[in-house]
């Protein structure tokens, strides 16, 4: 395990000398574009025969939504990267996984996909069988083994405080009759998820969060891609949502590379730095071949 990253950690540079993408402009070059490769062409997902720089899909979880990694896709977009931060229904863990591998299919070359909190959860089902997917990156989020539910690794150590912090709501469902969901007290929203945070910030994390049902947390996981795919994992300490006991846990029976940040439940915005740091190592494992 690698040791702690502080709050102030610097974000980890790209490799230097990535080539920026552009576009043809001229008939001959739109000709030249269509003409079929030669022999010694580079393959797809490759680069002058290395792997091509990844396309990073970032996951948000429950009480959240996609502006919650903000802070690191403007770090990643700052290294020239591709970034894609799609919205995630949070109506249960079968149909996530399969509307964020929708996703993924609409993407060209390799990827490197992260999730935070249950997104954690999708990503390890979306990535099975997704031969595009090279490295799976976890921000203080759930590691879940086949047969497993968020809620069950959620009591499976001590600390977490989100039943306490949370209100249930209820929705139509479309066959009728209702269903459950989960939203974070908003009186309660800061000190439970977003800790440390500034204080005007959290209130509009707050008032935006993205309700979860009952039965996407209750779920159990279907597949396990980080059996196969290189993993890594940021522990954060100060997380009230998931005991951090139980991320240290997970992260270990994955063998996933692994920082501990002291940090709440929504690191991505509270500590985008280390966050982004643990992505680019990702990356670069990806494009070295590792």
């Known amino acids: 395990m690698n040791p702690p990253i502080s709050r102030r950690t610097v974000s980890v540079s790209l490799l230097a000398g990535a080539a920026a993408l552009g576009t ?4 001959q070059a ?7 490769p030669s022999a010694t062409a580079a393959r797809p997902g490759e680069r002058h025969g290395r792997p091509a720089a990844p396309t990073i899909v970032l996951i948000h979880g429950a009480f959240a939504d996609a502006s919650s ?3 690191v896709v403007e770090r990643l977009q700052r290294e020239g990267h591709r970034v894609l931060a799609p919205p995630l229904p949070l109506r249960g863990l ?3 996984s399969a509307y964020i591998r929708s996703v993924l299919d609409s993407v060209t070359g390799p990827v490197v996909l992260a999730g935070h909190s249950y997104g954690g959860a999708v990503i390890s089902q979306t990535a099975a069988g997704a031969p595009q997917v090279k490295a799976l990156v976890y921000i203080a989020a759930f590691i879940p083994d086949v047969g497993e539910s968020a809620l069950q690794l959620t009591d499976k150590f001590p600390g977490s405080t989100l039943g306490q912090a949370t209100a249930t709501q209820y929705y139509p469902l479309p066959g009728g009759g209702q269903g459950e969901e989960l939203v974070i007290k908003k009186d ?8 440390g945070v500034p204080r005007t910030t959290a209130q509009v994390m707050a008032a935006g969060q993205r309700p979860i049902t009952l039965a996407a947390l209750q779920e159990p996981a279907t597949a396990a ?3 196969s795919i290189p993993s890594w994992c940021l522990v954060a300490t100060q997380d ?3 005991p951090p006991a139980a991320e240290r846990w997970m992260a270990k029976r994955a063998r996933a590379h692994t920082v501990t940040v002291r940090a709440p439940h929504a690191a991505a915005v509270s500590d985008p730095d280390p966050v982004t740091g643990l992505i680019l190592r990702a990356v670069r494992a990806v494009r070295s071949g590792h």
């Open 24 to 27: 043809a402009g001229t008939a």
């Open 30 to 36: 739109a000709q030249a574009a269509q003409a079929a």
């Open 69 to 71: 990694w903000s802070a």
């Open 94 to 96: 079968a149909s996530d």
């Open 188 to 195: 309660l929203f800061r000190k439970q998820f977003a800790a």
């Open 225 to 227: 891609a980080w059996k």
């Open 240 to 242: 009230r949502n998931i």
